[in-house]
């Protein structure tokens, strides 16, 4: 079964990355966002220059300064900017597009016939639904580590120093956007309502998530709705990565959540691919 299950998803892998047009989407448009938006989140925090400050104050009369103690300044969170906050978050951005967009194909197949006809060579369920999700799985963390190349080469963005909390992270995201790729294809009745409703989501929950802006930035309310949404917690393990240089017991409960999202996501959508034959 797991030979099986291997070809079915080795197929897929290789089919996504034949397609020009989905090696542009999935791998150049995002390092197009990237820089855009990297320059476009870095250039608000260049401060002004203190010349033309001081020039105002004395041209009002003599500027008197009063030193006092404050003490020990609190710390500072830090907040993610320039492509410190566009590189994972045009990761996180494109590879909801590119994996929801891989799961619901499956949809597709069901409504042809594509299904029912591997059901009928000598393939289990299981096998079927397995190869299915790994080869979504693979083409994802296979855009993932692209993009987490490309922005530390390109944009200089320091992806931390544990490998391994990183790709925890990968991981757990890919696999709770693959489940609820699965479950939009599940529910919905045709390709058309499928693709349309995981483009709503995929640009609604990555915007809603931290993914195109710092999270900090948005009303309390925004950011506990925020969440509800794998991106979210992408977001969040990522940032512990790059911003605040954390390892692996940082982003293990992000990694949770994502992968708890992720299971119940699968077993809705396999609960309505139960009879395929």
């Known amino acids: 079964m797991v030979a099986r299950a291997s070809f079915i998803s080795g197929h897929y892998l290789s ?25 476009v989140n870095g250039s608000g925090n260049a401060e002004r220059p203190a010349g033309p400050l ?4 004395t041209a009002a009369g ?11 300044a609190p710390p500072q969170p830090a907040t993610a900017d ?21 799961a619901i194909t499956l949809l597709v197949e069901r409504q042809t016939g594509t ?50 909390a990183l790709a925890v992270m990968v991981v757990a995201f890919v696999f709770s956007v693959a489940g609820l790729g699965i479950a939009i294809a599940g529910f919905a009745r045709t390709y058309a309502q499928a693709n349309a409703l995981s483009q709503i989501l995929t640009y609604s929950t990555a915007a809603l998530g931290g993914a195109w802006w710092p999270i900090e ?8 709705l925020a969440m509800i949404t794998p991106a979210y917690w992408a977001m969040q393990g990522f940032q512990d990565i790059i911003v605040r240089d954390e ?17 119940v996501f699968l077993a ?6 139960r009879h395929l034959a």
Do not use: H
Request: proline residues 6%.
């Open 15 to 39: 089919s996504t990355y034949r397609n020009p047009a989905a090696l542009i989407f999935s791998l150049l448009m995002p390092l197009i966002f990237t820089f855009v938006l990297g320059a």
């Open 54 to 57: 001081v020039m105002e104050a």
């Open 62 to 72: 003599p500027v008197v300064v009063v030193v006092e103690s404050a003490g020990e």
């Open 82 to 102: 320039g492509f410190s906050q566009s590189s994972p978050g045009m990761l996180v951005t494109f590879g909801l597009v590119s994996i929801m967009s891989g």
């Open 115 to 164: 299904l029912r006809r591997l059901l009928t060579a000598p393939l289990t369920r299981s096998a079927v639904m397995g190869g299915k999700l790994v080869g979504v799985m693979a083409a994802g963390i296979v855009q993932a580590a692209i993009l987490i190349v490309a922005g530390a080469l390109l944009f200089r963005v320091d992806w931390g120093g544990s490998p391994l």
């Open 217 to 224: 930035i948005v009303p309390d309310w925004m950011e506990r």
């Open 247 to 263: 390892g692996l017991a940082a982003v293990l409960p992000d990694a949770a959540v994502l992968c708890a999202m992720g299971a």
């Open 268 to 273: 809705l959508g396999l609960s309505r691919f």
